[in-house]
């Protein structure tokens, strides 16, 4: 039993990510990525990602010695771009800006998700894997966003709670996986107006 997944990426400044990946690799990912958008999990074969983009299996399965370890990376290289910190010098406009790149980013991948929610939960090593490349690395930028909020003064410290960075992108993933509730952009705005800034805000007199 392999005691990890590969993901290609290493930890950098303050715990981040730093991808890793062959440009090669990552056009495997890359079509791994659309195809999975197209068909779902359950539909994706290595054999049509191979056929896809020109290479073999032996070669694919190198790398990613499982299907699920293949989707687990796409998808966080697909994911990748909404790591960039905005920075409007707003917190307010901050979160807008995660929460709609999350959005879209979940409209996208949903059937991704699904699949690859069900394999975590049966291997520990996906699931390790799924919370220090995804999970940890969304909360460090919801940390770097509320931290400089503070630094500007548009927040206290001591409002600052771990669970609130769940709020933005865990809510909008909860979400779209309910086949009759699929987040807006209202959701983003009432989540942040509503929600996140009134308890980052409450006892001050901004």
Known sequence: MRSAVSTG??????????????????????????????HGYDRLSVDEVAAESKASKATIYRRWPSKAELVLAAF????????????????????????????????????????LLNEIARNPALTKAFRTEFIDQRKLLIDDVVNAAVERGEIDAAAVNEELWDLLPGYLVFRSLLPVRSPTANTVRTLVDDVIMPSLTRGTNR
């Open 9 to 38: 990426l290493t930890k950098g400044a303050k715990g981040r990510r730093a991808p890793q990946w062959t440009p090669r690799e990552v056009e495997l990912l890359a079509v791994t990525l659309r195809l999975l958008q197209q």
């Open 76 to 115: 966080i290289e697909g994911m990748r771009a909404q790591l960039v910190r905005p920075n409007t010098g707003s917190l307010r406009e901050d979160l807008l800006q995660i929460g709609t790149n999350a959005l879209a980013d979940v409209r996208r991948n949903t059937p991704v998700m699904r699949g």
